[in-house]
């Protein structure tokens, strides 16, 4: 015979003090692990979602990122132009661009310091092949002019990023002319301008990359097979999003330290529900000796008890996500470990970061309510009568 569920909600409402000083130091815990996981699954969405499958992105061989020394020479671009499966827009011109990484510093426009930034120099036709990213405020930079548009989250955080604003790129001013939404993916991190005005300030014969946008999924492997294959290109190819997901190394810091801080943390949370557990068990003692002489088993009562601990757990983890829930949305910024640029994202509690919170609430309260629930139902009906 099983003992009622509301046996044990009857029993935490009678220990108000104790239950809610067990409860909020499970949700402290909670809340630190949802804050890391939901850090990670913006991280992992402004690098994961980022990027077309049917965009194949070129780099020189043996570089894993775009800022890498060297790049794609400009005879290769029209190679790739005449390459079969590479899609026309509706101008009938090649879906083909050549694209130039810098990194420029800004002032935060709190007073925090300067950081790294990542700037974009591409061609509209880069800009078209784009169509995630739209323009919010003012408009596109002018080919062959010192102008940039900088994203929404570049506008938001640091200084000189205003329309109408100047930035010191390289030997010139550019002038900000427009703003434009990322989507939330890693281009909410960079300012772009014209890839010919940055090619002629620095007078620079290469790209730091190419992109190429290919007709269907078949001719995007082929793209990126015929570049990894010609010789003569000496260059490496991968699809969009491949590249980008092997940006997220750049969350790894978070990841650990997060990990070692949720860890201790879930540590203390088991010894405070152990000890409440306990604590109850020593209370009830005359409570458990009567569940016995009116029959009721030692697994009803050990199974009685790690439910009490569960729903104890599952309070905390309650309180825990409401607490982080202003957070969710929140914009921050983390160092790029490839780029050495601040990498701008949002925390995302999504519902797999629900999900974890509350399994993680869940193993919290069974390893620190199992002993007290086994002690509990081990004893022996006279001594706990005489308690």
């Given at each position: 015979m099983?003992?009622?569920?509301s046996y044990n909600?009857r029993n935490?409402k009678?220990?108000k003090?104790?239950?809610?000083?067990?409860?909020l130091?499970?949700?402290l815990?909670?809340a630190?692990a949802?804050?890391?996981?939901?850090?990670?699954?913006?991280?992992?969405r402004a690098?994961?979602t980022?990027?077309?499958?049917l965009?194949?992105?070129?780099?020189?061989?043996g570089s894993?990122?775009?800022?890498s020394?060297g790049g794609?020479?400009?005879?290769?671009?029209?190679v790739?132009k005449?390459l079969p499966?590479?899609?026309?827009?509706?101008?009938n011109?090649?879906m083909?661009?050549?694209e130039?990484?810098?990194?420029?510093?800004?002032?935060?426009?709190?007073?925090?310091g300067?950081t790294?930034v990542?700037?974009?120099f591409?061609?509209?036709?880069g800009v078209?092949m784009?169509?995630?990213i739209k323009l919010?405020?003012?408009r596109?930079?002018?080919?062959?002019q010192?102008e940039?548009t900088?994203?929404?989250a570049?506008?938001?955080?640091?200084?000189?990023?205003?329309?109408?604003d100047?930035?010191?790129?390289?030997?010139?001013?550019w002038?900000?002319?427009?703003?434009?939404?990322?989507?939330?993916t890693?281009?909410?991190s960079e300012v772009?301008?014209?890839?010919n005005q940055?090619?002629?300030d620095?007078e620079?014969s290469?790209?730091s990359?190419a992109?190429?946008?290919?007709?269907d999924?078949?001719?995007?492997?082929?793209?990126k097979n015929?570049?990894?294959d010609?010789?003569?290109?000496?260059l490496?190819?991968m699809?969009?999003?491949?590249?980008?997901?092997?940006?997220?190394?750049?969350?790894?810091?978070i990841k650990w330290?997060?990990?070692?801080v949720?860890?201790?943390m879930?540590i203390?949370s088991?010894f405070?529900?152990?000890?409440?557990m306990?604590a109850?068990?020593?209370?009830?003692g005359?409570e458990?000796?009567?569940?016995?002489?009116i029959?009721?088993s030692?697994?009803?009562?050990?199974?009685?008890f790690v439910?009490?601990?569960l729903?104890?757990?599952?309070?905390?983890a309650?309180?825990?996500?409401?607490?982080m829930?202003p957070?969710?949305?929140w914009?921050?910024g983390t160092?790029?470990?490839?780029?050495?640029?601040?990498v701008v994202?949002?925390l995302?509690?999504?519902?797999?970061v629900?999900g974890?919170a509350?399994?993680?609430?869940?193993?919290m309260g069974?390893?620190?309510g199992?002993?007290?629930?086994w002690?509990?139902a081990s004893?022996?009906?006279?001594a706990a009568?005489?308690?």
């Amino acid at each position: 015979m099983a003992i009622p569920l509301s046996y044990n909600v009857r029993n935490l409402k009678l220990r108000k003090g104790l239950t809610i000083m067990t409860a909020l130091g499970i949700a402290l815990t909670v809340a630190t692990a949802v804050f890391i996981m939901a850090l990670l699954a913006g991280l992992n969405r402004a690098f994961g979602t980022t990027g077309d499958p049917l965009n194949v992105l070129v780099l020189r061989k043996g570089s894993n990122s775009e800022l890498s020394a060297g790049g794609v020479q400009r005879e290769a671009m029209q190679v790739f132009k005449d390459l079969p499966g590479v899609a026309k827009n509706n101008r009938n011109e090649p879906m083909v661009s050549g694209e130039d990484i810098l990194i420029i510093v800004l002032p935060r426009k709190d007073g925090t310091g300067e950081t790294n930034v990542t700037t974009r120099f591409l061609t509209p036709m880069g800009v078209e092949m784009r169509p995630e990213i739209k323009l919010v405020e003012g408009r596109w930079f002018t080919p062959g002019q010192r102008e940039i548009t900088v994203s929404k989250a570049i506008h938001d955080r640091f200084s000189h990023a205003n329309i109408g604003d100047s930035m010191r790129i390289g030997s010139g001013d550019w002038k900000v002319v427009g703003v434009f939404d990322a989507s939330g993916t890693a281009h909410a991190s960079e300012v772009w301008g014209d890839i010919n005005q940055i090619s002629t300030d620095f007078e620079r014969s290469i790209y730091s990359s190419a992109l190429l946008r290919a007709t269907d999924p078949v001719s995007a492997e082929a793209l990126k097979n015929r570049a990894n294959d010609d010789q003569r290109l000496e260059l490496n190819g991968m699809l969009e999003p491949e590249y980008y997901r092997s940006q997220t190394k750049s969350g790894d810091p978070i990841k650990w330290v997060g990990q070692i801080v949720a860890i201790i943390m879930a540590i203390g949370s088991c010894f405070a529900a152990t000890n409440t557990m306990y604590a109850a068990v020593a209370y009830r003692g005359r409570e458990i000796a009567t569940l016995r002489v009116i029959g009721f088993s030692r697994s009803s009562i050990l199974t009685s008890f790690v439910l009490e601990s569960l729903l104890l757990s599952l309070l905390g983890a309650a309180i825990g996500i409401l607490l982080m829930l202003p957070f969710n949305g929140w914009t921050t910024g983390t160092s790029n470990a490839v780029t050495f640029s601040e990498v701008v994202f949002s925390l995302q509690m999504t519902p797999t970061v629900i999900g974890a919170a509350l399994g993680f609430a869940l193993f919290m309260g069974l390893v620190g309510g199992i002993a007290p629930a086994w002690h509990a139902a081990s004893r022996e009906i006279l001594a706990a009568l005489r308690d």
